[in-house]
């Protein structure tokens, strides 16, 4: 490799590479988070606690909580139980969260640790707190990107918590995607606005957009409740957004309580978000969305015709 390298030297200085694919436990703390009262924890070594939590923090300019294994050369060679167990007495003791949530990363899957056998033992000899959660998914950063751990953990949040019932409540399930904080708090005010009762998980709106306050807390005020997620296996349906972040939760979700699934692309865009709203509309079994929401399309469509001539056949290249 080395008779490959440049013989002259390049100044670079005016060029910033930034990779337009990040790691599965990115994507596995961020969902973590949309739970209230979670504490996400990263299997692993200090190094990529760090960078996922910098990684979050520099793009929402808040402070991303999460705990870490702390793995050393003594773990890597026989194995993260004793970490993990100990991180779990230290993490409820310490911090006091409602949920633990464990995503592993490269090298607690290639050491090959065994998370729900942990797990259990820790719970049967009470390292676990009553009324408390520890919840796992696996993440190995060498496949899959950002979305697949969000996938992951997604789906661990619903084999963890959805319980089948006989009885069926009058909600919906609405498992939004890898989205921000803002397209969930979105997706909120459209039900709202349908009177449609749902349960959004995982739903980072107030926990990673928070309002500023003087006397900050260690959990946000957001984040979808343990008892709404309890309950998601007794909705009338599931309405799952983006293929890629949310089917395989749904599908789960499907396998477990038998709930009808229903998946659609991201409403993003007229056509996507149409889909949306008549699929929110057939779960509501009403025929017309209320006046607002028609208003806003329309003020859409007057936006994009006043501006057409500006935009017509202009093509723009986005990357990342």
């Not at 676990?128 to 697949?148: E, L, M, Q, R």
């Not at 056509?271 to 006046?291: G, K, M, N, S, V």
Request: charged content about 20%; overall charge negative; proline content about 6%.
């Amino acid at each position: 490799m080395l008779s490959l390298t440049p013989k002259q030297i390049s100044d670079r200085g005016a060029l910033t590479i930034n990779p337009a694919k990040t790691c599965q436990p990115i994507g596995a703390m961020y969902a973590a988070l949309g739970i209230h009262r979670c504490l996400p924890h990263s299997h692993g070594s200090q190094g990529c606690c760090a960078y996922h939590r910098s990684h979050l923090t520099r793009h929402y300019k808040e402070p991303v909580m999460a705990s870490t294994s702390s793995f050393t050369e003594g773990a890597a060679v026989f194995g993260g139980m004793s970490n993990l167990r100990q991180a779990i007495t230290n993490i409820f003791h310490i911090y006091d969260p409602d949920v633990i949530a464990v995503h592993t990363t490269c090298l607690s899957e290639t050491i090959g640790d065994d998370l729900p056998t942990i797990i259990q033992k820790a719970k049967d000899e009470g390292l676990v707190p009553d009324g408390k959660w520890v919840i796992h998914c696996n993440t190995p950063s060498y496949a899959g990107s950002h979305v697949t751990g969000f996938s992951n953990m997604t789906a661990g949040i619903v084999k963890y918590f959805a319980e089948h019932s006989e009885r069926t409540q009058d909600q919906v399930n609405i498992i939004p995607g890898y989205v921000e904080p803002a397209d969930m708090r979105e997706i909120k005010r459209l039900l709202a606005k349908m009177y449609l009762p749902a349960v959004v998980f995982p739903d980072t709106s107030d926990v990673l957009d928070a309002p500023y306050i003087e006397k900050a807390g260690m959990y946000p005020k957001g984040g979808v409740m343990i008892k709404d997620l309890r309950s998601i296996g007794s909705s009338r349906m599931t309405l799952a957004l983006g293929p890629c972040a949310s089917e395989n939760a749904a599908i789960e979700l499907e396998n477990r309580t038998e709930i009808p699934v229903r998946i659609l692309d991201l409403p993003i865009g007229i056509a996507a978000t149409d889909r949306f709203i008549q699929a929110l509309l057939e779960a509501a079994e009403t025929q017309e969305p209320p006046a607002s929401i028609a208003d806003d399309r329309g003020r859409m469509l007057d936006i994009m015709i006043d501006m057409q001539q500006y935009f017509y056949d202009c093509k723009v290249a986005i990357y990342g």
